[in-house]
C-alpha cells in the first residue's frame, strides 16, 4: 500500500491526488494507493471556492470535476487539520511514503508606500476572499460606502475586484456570494472605479476574454484616455508596447477590447468639448448617457502614496506618470496627479507563505524543487517530500495549468519511489515500492500526462482501467484499509482534533443549497459565518 498525504485541497493539490492514481495505475504491477488530502479549512476546493469569482460560475464547476477525485475509493478528505498546528511535518512524514505540499498562495503582496495601512486600504486577498465568503474573513469586514475605489494592478484578480465592485448587485444574486455580502453590494455607494497599471496596456496581464467581459456589464461606462492607450505616441519610447502587440496574441487581443473604450472615452470628451449644439463625429461609438457606474482603466501610472483624509481614512492616491524610454529603461516622470479615492484595494499579485519545517525560498515565495522535488537548503532532493502548484511555481497561470504541474510532480514521486535508479537516471534520494515504466524527467512530464488521460477515462474510476492486477491489488488495499489502523487519525484523536470528513463537508453543501432554496438565490449560497460552517459539519 502507497500511502500519499497531499497538504491542499485546492486545484494543486486535488490534480495531485488523481494523478497519483491515475500513474500508478499505469504501472505494470498498479500498487494498492490511499491518498489523504488535508486542508485547514472544513471545506475543500480552495481557490475554487474562495478565489473564483462568484459571477464566474463556469470556472466554478470546476468543482465538479475536483468532486469526483474526492469520490474516488482510493482519496480520502482531511478537513480542519493545519499543518504546524494540528500535525507537524515530521508527523506527516512519519505516517506517509510520501507528502505533497500544495498550500497555493494566501498572502497578498505589498506595495511598500506611505498610506498602505491606513483605514480603507486593503490587500484584494482580503477582499476577494470576503465576497467568497471565506471563513477566515468576518462577512461584516468591508461597507462599500466609498463612492470611488482605485485597485491597483492589471492583472486578472484586479478584473474581477472592479468587475464585482461595478456589476449590478442584482446580477449577483443568483450566485454563492453570502447574504451579508450581498447586504453590503445592495446598499454600495460605489460609482468610480479606477484600474491603474504601473505600465502600459501592452505590459497589462489581463487575459482577453475576462477583460473583455468589463465591457459588456450593463450600466457600466469603461474608459481609457487615449494618451494613455497610444502605444508609439504614448509614454513608451521604446517600442516595447508594438514589438508585443504584435508578437502576442493576448496582447492583441487585449489592445482590440480596450481600443473601443479609448475611443468612446475620446468621443465623450470631444462632445463635451465641443460648443453646445454641435453634431457627434458620425462614428463615434456613442457614450452611455447615464452610466450607473465608471470604470476607468488607467495606465503609466505607479502609486506613490496613499492620502489620508481629514478623518484619518483613505482620500486620495497619489500616482507618478511614468514612461519607458528610448533605451527601454522603466522611469517616473516626476509628474503626479492624485485621484480622489476613498477605498484603495491593492491587486498586486498573491504571495506564498511558509509551511512549518518544510524549506522555502524567501525571495521567490516558493518551496525551492526540482521537478517537484523539494531541495533542502544545500539543493539535495529531501526523500518523501514534494510540492505542487503556486507553492512550487508562483502565482501564476490558470486553473488547469495545475494539471500538467501536478502531472510533472507525481511522476518525480512515483519514479522516487522506484526500487532505484534505471539506467541512465541520476540516483534516486529514496529506495522504495515501485518501478516507473518510463523515466523520470521534467520534459516528459507532459507528455505522461497526457498518456495517463488517454489511457483513463475522464475520471478517477481507476479499477475498470487497470486490468486485473488492478483489481487484485483493489482487493488488497480494501483488506488492508480495513484492518489498518489509520495513523493520522488516530494522532488527531489523542490531541482532539475533530477533523472533517468528505460527508461531513456534504452536509455543509447540502445547508448552503438549502440557504439558497430559503433565500430564492440559485443553487448555493455559502454560509455567512466560520462557526455556521463548523456547525453544519457537525450535523
Ligand atoms: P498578476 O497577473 O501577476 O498581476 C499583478 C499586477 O500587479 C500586474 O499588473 C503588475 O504590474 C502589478 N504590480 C505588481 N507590483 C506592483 C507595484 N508595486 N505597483 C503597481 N503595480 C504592481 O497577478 P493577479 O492578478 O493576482 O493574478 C494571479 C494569477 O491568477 C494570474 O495568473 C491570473 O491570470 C490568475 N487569475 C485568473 C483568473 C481567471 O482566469 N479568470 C482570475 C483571477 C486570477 P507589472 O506587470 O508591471 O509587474
Redesign the pocket.
Known amino acids: 500500500m502507497l500511502r500519499v498525504a497531499v497538504v491542499g485541497s485546492g486545484p494543486a493539490g486535488l490534480y495531485t491526488a488523481e494523478a497519483l492514481i491515475k500513474q500508478a495505475a499505469l504501472l505494470p504491477v498498479p500498487p494498492a494507493i490511499k491518498v489523504d488530502v488535508i486542508d485547514r479549512l472544513p471545506t475543500p476546493y480552495g481557490l475554487v471556492r474562495y478565489?473564483?469569482?462568484p459571477d464566474?460560475k463556469s470556472?466554478k464547476s470546476v468543482a465538479n470535476y475536483l468532486r469526483r477525485v474526492l469520490e474516488s475509493p482510493d482519496v480520502r478528505f482531511v478537513g480542519g487539520v493545519s499543518l504546524g498546528v494540528d500535525v507537524t511535518r515530521e508527523e506527516l512524514l512519519a505516517a506517509y511514503d510520501a507528502v505533497v505540499y500544495a498550500t497555493g498562495a494566501m498572502r497578498d503582496?505589498r506595495?511598500?508606500i506611505d498610506g498602505e495601512d491606513l483605514p480603507g486600504s486593503y490587500a484584494?486577498t482580503d477582499f476577494v476572499n470576503w465576497y467568497c465568503g471565506h471563513p477566515d474573513v468576518d462577512p461584516d469586514a468591508f461597507t462599500l460606502d466609498a463612492e470611488s475605489v482605485a485597485v491597483?494592478?492589471?492583472?486578472?484578480?484586479?478584473?474581477?475586484v472592479a468587475r464585482i465592485l461595478a456589476r449590478d448587485p442584482a446580477e449577483l444574486e443568483a450566485t454563492d456570494i453570502p447574504e451579508p455580502v450581498m447586504d453590503a453590494l445592495r446598499a454600495s455607494r460605489v460609482r468610480e472605479v479606477h484600474v491603474?497599471?504601473?505600465?502600459g496596456p501592452a505590459?497589462?496581464?489581463f487575459?482577453t476574454k475576462?477583460l473583455r467581459e468589463l465591457g459588456e456589464l450593463a450600466g457600466v461606462e469603461v474608459s481609457v484616455p487615449a494618451r494613455e492607450f497610444d502605444l508609439e505616441g504614448g509614454f513608451d519610447r521604446s517600442g516595447e508596447s508594438a514589438t508585443l502587440a504584435a508578437a502576442d496574441r493576448r496582447v492583441r487581443g487585449n489592445l482590440v477590447a480596450m481600443a473601443g473604450w479609448s475611443a468612446a472615452a475620446t468621443a465623450a470628451s470631444a462632445a463635451s468639448d465641443a460648443p453646445t449644439g454641435a453634431a457627434p463625429a458620425p462614428d463615434a461609438p456613442a457614450p452611455d448617457a447615464t452610466p450607473a457606474r465608471n470604470l476607468r482603466l488607467r495606465f503609466w501610472l505607479?502609486?506613490v502614496e496613499i492620502e489620508k483624509s481629514a478623518d484619518g481614512t483613505v482620500g486620495g492616491i497619489r500616482l507618478e506618470r511614468t514612461r519607458l524610454t528610448e533605451s527601454g529603461e522603466f522611469e517616473g516622470t516626476g509628474e503626479f496627479e492624485t485621484i480622489d479615492v476613498q477605498m484603495v484595494l491593492r491587486?498586486?499579485?498573491?504571495q506564498s507563505v511558509p509551511l512549518p519545517g518544510v524549506p522555502f525560498d524567501a525571495r521567490t515565495h516558493t518551496v525551492p524543487n526540482v521537478a517537484g522535488r523539494v531541495l533542502s537548503e544545500t539543493g539535495e532532493p529531501l526523500p518523501g517530500e514534494y510540492v505542487a502548484g503556486w507553492l512550487k511555481r508562483g502565482?501564476?497561470?490558470?486553473?488547469g495549468t495545475n494539471k500538467a504541474d501536478a502531472a510533472e510532480t507525481v511522476q518525480s514521486l512515483l519514479a522516487d519511489l522506484a526500487g532505484g535508479p534505471a539506467p541512465g537516471e541520476t540516483a534516486l534520494p529514496r529506495p522504495g515500492l515501485l518501478r516507473m515504466p518510463r523515466s523520470a524527467g521534467t520534459a516528459e512530464a507532459a507528455a505522461a500526462a497526457d498518456l495517463a488521460d488517454a489511457a483513463v477515462d475522464t475520471a478517477v474510476g481507476l479499477a475498470d482501467a487497470a486490468g486485473s492486477a488492478q483489481d487484485a491489488a483493489g482487493a488488497e488495499a480494501a483488506a488492508e484499509v480495513a484492518s489498518e489502523a489509520w495513523a493520522l487519525a488516530e494522532l488527531l484523536a489523542a490531541r482532539g482534533v475533530d477533523h472533517v470528513s468528505y460527508e461531513a463537508w456534504l452536509r455543509v453543501s447540502a445547508a448552503e443549497e438549502e440557504l439558497a432554496r430559503s433565500l430564492g438565490r440559485g443553487d448555493r449560497v455559502k454560509l455567512p459565518h466560520r462557526d455556521a460552517v463548523w456547525s453544519a459539519a457537525r450535523g
Open positions: 478565489g473564483v469569482a464566474h470556472i503582496r506595495l511598500g484584494a491597483i494592478g492589471v492583472g486578472n484578480v484586479a478584473v474581477d491603474i497599471g504601473r505600465r505590459q497589462a496581464k487575459t475576462e505607479r502609486p491587486s498586486v499579485g498573491y502565482p501564476t497561470g490558470v486553473i
